[in-house]
């Protein structure tokens, strides 16, 4: 049988991706009354659920990323949602609907709601996959509390690097700032901020090529790019921010240059009826609770569209 056979369903909204801002916008979506399906192309959706131990989401003083997210899922099926395992390959517009295209079948709705969210870029050194959440990290505002009065190591010299290395200054002993090049990517105000504080030391021309240890971090490997000379460095903990990457290809829509979605305070794109919510856009932010508060704000801002295009003769 082909797809041209097959009985269309039509949702009212389907939502591409089953962390935080997808669930959310689930659980807001069903409660005004939309038929709503969730696609997850992963059994452990979000980012969050590889995080050991959570402790900045209100209302839980600590958790697991995958305690969480059960609860998530668990509310979102409660509420009626349809959850769906598949792997969207792309979204296409129509006349009046949105067309979801995955391995196995298409699938029709009158609004979407973009919530892939994206991925840490990796440094593909050995242990750094062995020791996540054992001492490697890509958030200081997450993990840094485990470090206190530790040594740690940041790997990056732009924005995100140079503001986590000023938190986590607050809460290690030492803070060491690996950077490949002589000179930072980040604002002139907050490089000479972390230039003034005292715990904070700037490694240059230098990078990671080995993550050692066998339960958690012991050290790092360096290496010095312009002469190439190698050094072990103890440390307690290592975070990166060398890049992140959105997971917004199988949509044509407005973003910038790293491939995050523009959208308005509503989470609007730049097409009708197709919204963005959480790590897949341009936010100030990467935290679960501002991809909750996206999810739900995309919700209600799908449901006013559907609302309309229902009225429509």
Known sequence: MSWSDTVITMYDLIIIGAGPAGLTAAIYASRYGLKTLVLEQSAVPGQISMAKVIENY????????????????????????????????????????????????????????????????????????????????????CDGSFFADQEVLVVGGGESAVTDAMILS????????????????????LQQKAFMKENIE???????????????VESVVLRNVKTNERTEKKIDGIFIYV?????????????????FIRTNERME????????????????LWQVVTAVADGAVAAISAQEYVADLKLMP
Request: aromatic share 4%.
């Open 58 to 141: 209100p209302g839980f003083i600590s958790t697991s990323g995958r305690e969480l997210m059960t609860r998530f899922r668990e509310h979102a099926l409660a509420n009626g949602v349809t959850i769906k395992k598949a792997e969207v390959r792309k979204v296409e517009e129509a006349v009046n609907e949105k067309i979801i295209v995955t391995h196995e079948e298409e699938l029709h709705a009158l609004a979407v709601i973009i919530a892939t969210g994206a991925n840490p870029r990796l440094l593909g050194v050995p242990g750094e996959r062995e020791l996540l959440g054992k001492g490697v990290s890509y958030c200081a505002t």
């Open 170 to 189: 607050g809460i290690a002993s030492k803070v060491y700032v690996v950077h490949r090049r002589d000179n930072l990517r980040s604002c002139s105000v």
């Open 202 to 216: 700037f490694i240059w021309n230098t990078v990671v090529e080995e993550i050692t240890g066998k339960d958690a």
């Open 243 to 259: 890049g992140i990457n959105p997971n917004t290809g199988i949509v044509e829509l407005d973003k910038n240059e790293k491939g």
């Open 269 to 284: 794109t730049s097409v009708k009826g197709i919204y963005a919510a959480g790590d897949c856009r341009i936010t100030p």
